[in-house]
């Protein structure tokens, strides 16, 4: 997955909205046949970063003996394409999707997937899994698993007295004592955690995007607290900006631009590389009394089309390569990057993830995550957006920005619901 495909599904905090539109589809049909002699069905990926990757899935394709499985392996704007050949007979049997979206499964775009996975549903992620469930059905099988967590330097906050903090005061807090003149606290990318945090700090106040209620789960008071200690990062200049790359690349982490630094899991094996044991992972310290760690998840996941005129051959393919080749699974989420199996039993006995900061972020993906729902939508999502950067850059008041929000988020999910 390249640092674009990763902003888009965990920048937000779990999955930005797919583009929907016509376009004109990129990329040729690069796969080779299975080795099955029966139907053939076609199978879509976006463009992968990770060298290997698209070998791979098409030596999986190969192995699968009851049908002839053609991998297409997609550059350019991958959601845009998918969109467009959803609504048509030529686009994929199987695709690889973030999502699937809302609107792609109330317009019947795809197939139901329950049966193929209710057999180990509990082994899912549960986090990831709970954006492709709608009313009590699953449409999309969830592949890997990528997240953001905090990582900080030992060494550093050893010579500074502070402890890997806990809570979000004890970040802000620890933030500020680690900054100096070539180094500063924290870094949350190089607009100070707007395009980053999303969701994040309202999941440590104890809070979530929408409630069980159907409704904006932030309208109280501790959203508008713990976004105001945000700002307050900001304004002790214990955040890092300018750095010459953003927060999805560890360079300012290793550089030693910054104590402390939001990324991906995907950087951890560069940063072992270079800095050894002295470095250890958090997730997002909770805030006030009904708070709780928080880690942003989100995993692409793999659907049917109900266009296929193989739709039953289709979910076959898929619940054998994402349900039963628990193999496969795990060589897809390690041995091309650094993922976690979407399957809890895998995570959990990867060599890869058993030890050290590896396993941490494995427990802490498990027992923190969260991924934006499903009812989240772009227009949710921009006004969110648009508070937090008003918020940590402006110094908005906390207060009047989220009773805003809370109200458009409201009168969204009312127009979503009437669909």
């Known amino acids: 997955m390249t640092e674009i495909d990763r902003r888009r599904l965990l920048?937000?905090?779990?999955?930005?909205a797919l583009a929907a539109g016509l376009a004109a589809a990129c990329g040729s049909n690069t796969g080779r046949g299975g080795g099955g002699s029966g139907p053939a069905i076609g199978q879509w990926y976006h463009q992968y970063g990770e060298p290997g990757t698209?070998?791979?899935?098409?030596?999986?394709?190969?192995?699968?003996k009851k049908a002839n499985v053609s991998v297409q392996w997609r550059p350019g704007d991958y959601d845009r394409q998918t969109a467009a050949a959803l609504l048509t007979d030529s686009g994929p049997d199987v695709f690889e999707v973030n999502g699937p979206l809302l609107?792609?499964?109330?317009?019947?775009?795809?197939?139901?997937?329950t049966a193929e996975i209710e057999p180990v549903k509990d082994d899912f992620n549960q986090a990831v899994l709970a954006p492709k469930i709608?009313?009590?059905?699953i449409w999309g099988i969830p592949q890997t698993v990528d997240m953001q967590l905090l990582y900080y330097r030992k060494s550093a906050l050893k010579k500074a007295g502070v402890r890997p903090p806990q809570t979000l005061d004890e970040l802000v807090d620890g933030a500020k004592k680690l900054s100096g003149k070539k180094t500063k606290g924290l870094f949350l990318g190089n607009d100070g955690g707007v395009g980053v945090l999303g969701g994040t700090p309202l999941f440590a106040a104890g809070l979530s995007l929408i409630g069980a209620d159907g409704k904006a789960g932030f309208d109280d008071p501790a959203a508008a607290r713990t976004l105001g200690k945000i700002r307050q990062l900001y304004a002790d200049k214990s955040l890092l900006?300018?750095?010459?790359?953003?927060?999805?690349?560890?360079?300012a982490f290793i550089q030693g631009l910054t104590a402390m630094q939001w990324s991906g899991l995907w950087a951890l094996p560069q940063i072992k590389k270079a800095l050894g044991d002295d470095f250890g992972v958090l997730p997002f310290p909770k805030d006030g009394s009904g708070g709780k760690p928080s880690v942003p998840v989100g995993s692409y996941g793999s659907a049917v089309s109900a266009r296929s005129k193989r739709k039953a051959e289709a979910k076959a393919f898929a619940k054998w390569l994402w349900v039963d080749r628990?193999?496969?699974?795990?060589?897809?989420?390690?041995?091309?990057?650094?993922?976690?199996?979407?399957r809890i039993s895998l995570a959990r006995k990867a060599q890869q993830l058993r030890s050290g900061p590896a396993a941490d972020a494995v427990r802490f993906?498990?027992?923190?995550?969260?991924?934006?729902?499903?009812?989240?939508t772009t227009a949710d999502r921009t006004a969110y957006q648009d508070a937090l950067s008003r918020i940590i850059?402006?110094?908005?008041?906390?207060?009047s920005e989220l009773k805003a929000v809370v109200r458009k988020v409201n009168a969204e999910l009312q127009r979503v619901k009437k669909k």
């Open 103 to 113: 609107d792609q499964i109330r317009g019947g775009q795809v197939v139901d997937l």
């Open 134 to 137: 709608w009313q009590d059905k």
């Open 326 to 342: 628990t193999d496969y699974q795990q060589d897809f989420a390690l041995s091309y990057g650094f993922h976690i199996p979407a």
């Open 365 to 376: 993906a498990t027992d923190h995550g969260y991924a934006e729902p499903l009812l989240w």
């Open 241 to 251: 900006l300018g750095a010459p790359t953003d927060w999805s690349d560890p360079a």
């Open 393 to 399: 850059k402006d110094g908005a008041n906390p207060e």
């Open 11 to 16: 920048a937000a905090g779990g999955g930005a």
């Open 54 to 64: 698209q070998q791979a899935v098409k030596r999986y394709a190969a192995a699968y």
